[in-house]
């Protein structure tokens, strides 16, 4: 459960809102960033902290919802404010089907099942280039917003400031729901679960499709917030971030997504002059909240007066230890 009174997550979608009237258009890329990273983080935490599923197709589906709310623009000229959805139910049906041929399979097996479909999606985006424009990406057209006195950069902040609170709120509700309890019921026991009736197939390719959209959503924001597309935004170190985000956070809290992806985007922007020492700075921090905080930041939030969040992986060391394992490409 989310806190009561959720005072800190109120502060801080209010602090983020004058940001545009106050801030530089650095910072304003930052605030941007941060509610895109949120929502990639949030419905990677669905698929993995809350139903236990070692996935590692979500940089993949975060390039899908970006590539196709860019194409439809860029090809066929279909307004933002329908590409951006477009985009998202892309990538879900995406999600979808990619989860049907791997919902046979689990922990390892699964991981590099997901893992071999982000590689072919990277393909796709690299050699297709009819559609994609190849390695060189492409340009997207800026949005426009009917408000006078909105920037293209100030619109687009708005709309991913008010999706990432929107879909924060639907998923902390979705894991009090029945979904959620089936979702952690697979999680805790697969065996345990269906002798209770869960139905797992449908949990899990739930738990794909809705971390799919997540996922789509984000890649929509980020290639209207950038302006461009390319396949390099969406490989394997895409996927580390995002992993880190949910380990260093917390595996099964929705409050650690969010922590985690700010302390992540900060962690990247501190290291954004040593582009060659990222990879071996996130990947040693992986392993410092592997060690030391298991349970990641929401762990110690367990502190404060009123916090109530129960959804925590019980076998947190374990859990951090499978997330946060990200296999190796193989050689060509």
């Not at 669905?46 to 139903?51: K, Q």
């Not at 951006?84 to 049907?100: E, H, K, M, N, Q």
């Not at 979904?179 to 999680?187: F, H, K, P, Q, T």
Request: one cysteine or more; proline letters at 6%; aromatic letters at 10%.
């Amino acid at each position: 459960m989310m806190p009561r009174p959720p005072w800190l997550g109120l502060a801080a979608a209010l602090a983020l809102a004058v940001l545009p009237l106050v801030a530089n258009p650095y910072l304003l890329f930052l605030g941007n960033q941060l509610c895109i990273f949120v929502i990639l983080a949030v419905g990677l935490n669905l698929l993995v902290g809350y139903c236990g599923q070692l996935a590692f197709a979500h940089a993949a589906l975060f390039g899908v919802g970006a590539y196709g709310t860019a194409l439809l623009k860029v090809h066929l000229g279909v307004p933002f404010a329908l590409s951006l959805p477009a985009g998202a139910l892309l990538a879900t049906a995406v999600g979808l089907a990619i989860s049907f041929p791997a919902l046979r399979l689990s922990g390892l097996y699964l991981s590099l099942a997901t893992l071999a479909f982000a590689q072919f999606t990277l393909w796709v985006f690299l050699n297709w280039e009819p559609v994609t424009f190849g390695a060189g990406g492409f340009r997207v057209p800026a949005p426009s917003f009917l408000l006078t006195g909105i920037t293209p950069g100030m619109g687009v902040f708005y709309v991913s400031l008010l999706l990432a609170v929107l879909l924060t709120l639907a998923a902390a509700s979705l894991v009090r729901s029945r979904l959620g309890r089936a979702m952690i019921a697979v999680r805790d026991g697969e065996v345990a679960a269906q002798a209770l009736g869960v139905d797992l197939l449908r949990t899990k390719a739930m738990a794909f499709g809705l971390s799919a959209f997540y996922a789509g959503t984000a890649g929509g924001l980020q290639a209207l917030m950038l302006g461009y597309v390319a396949p390099e935004s969406f490989d394997l170190f895409q996927m580390v971030l995002m992993k880190a985000m949910i380990v260093l956070g917390g595996l099964g809290s929705i409050a650690g997504s969010v922590i985690g992806a700010g302390a992540v985007l900060f962690l990247l922007e501190g290291l954004r002059a040593f582009k060659g020492g990222q990879e071996i700075a996130f990947g040693g921090l992986l392993m410092l909240a592997v060690i030391f905080a298991p349970r990641g930041l929401a762990g110690a939030l367990h502190r404060l007066p009123g916090w109530r969040e129960r959804h925590l992986r019980a076998d947190a060391p374990a859990a951090a230890a499978a997330a946060a394992t990200v296999p190796q490409e193989a050689p060509p």
